[in-house]
């Protein structure tokens, strides 16, 4: 009975330590998409873009293509 717990109990840990891996990279793409949005936000200051932006956001919409596998946003 003590080497079935012991199995589970490192079935566990192998467990926790792919879910541990999963989070990491996870964590390292929020941060990496953290920064871009960064990137994005000053260079939309930088450029002066800040009202064709804001005019962006309050009026495009989601438009389909056939050719395209997903939408995209456009005026």
């Known amino acids: 009975m ?3 717990k012991a199995f589970k109990v490192q079935d ?3 467990q926790l330590d792919e879910m541990h ?3 990491s990279g ?3 793409d929020q ?3 953290l920064a871009e949005i960064r990137y ?3 260079f939309i200051s930088y450029k002066g ?3 064709e932006y804001r005019y ?3 009026n495009a919409h989601e438009e389909y293509e056939e050719d395209l596998p997903f939408p995209h946003l456009t005026l």
Do not use: N, P, Q
Request: aromatic fraction near 8%.
């Open 40 to 42: 994005l936000s000053e």
């Open 21 to 23: 891996s999963v989070i």
């Open 31 to 33: 941060d990496k998409a």
């Open 2 to 4: 003590a080497k079935r």
């Open 26 to 28: 996870l964590m390292d």
């Open 49 to 51: 873009l800040d009202e």
């Open 56 to 58: 962006f956001c309050e």
């Open 12 to 14: 566990l840990y192998s």
